[in-house]
């Protein structure tokens, strides 16, 4: 059974960071394309940044809104998966998922809010 953990979500003023982590039993995150989803109040769930299996390179992508500020990276050793968000703006305030694409399962998601 595929279980996803996210943490690091929280309250920020613009401009600062937040490490989102999203924590993998089940799989492995090496092996699968995993993504981050967010999801704002009255708004569709929308990709934020995804990255590929190793095997396919460990190419990463990202929403326009949020390119030059997040980084989707992983740690196969802690199968673990993390979102780094610099120079936040209160519009990346939403609720955040991590994704494995090959079973469809998520997260219970973590909350970000950017707000001075």
């Known amino acids: 059974q595929v279980q996803l953990v996210e943490s690091g979500g929280g309250l920020v003023q613009p401009g600062g960071s937040l490490r989102l982590s999203c924590v993998a039993s089940g799989i492995l995150v090496s092996c699968n394309k995993m993504a981050w989803y967010r999801q704002a109040p009255g708004k569709q769930r929308e990709l934020v940044a995804s990255?590929?299996?190793?095997?396919?390179?460990?190419?990463?992508n990202y929403a326009d809104s949020v390119k030059g500020r997040f980084t989707v990276s992983r740690d196969s050793a802690k199968n673990t998966v993390y979102l780094q968000m610099n120079s936040l703006k209160p519009e990346d305030t939403a609720v955040y998922y991590c994704n494995d694409d090959r079973s469809g399962a998520w997260g219970q998601g973590t909350q970000v809010t950017v707000s001075s």
């Open positions: 990255v590929t299996s190793v095997t396919r390179g460990g190419a990463t």
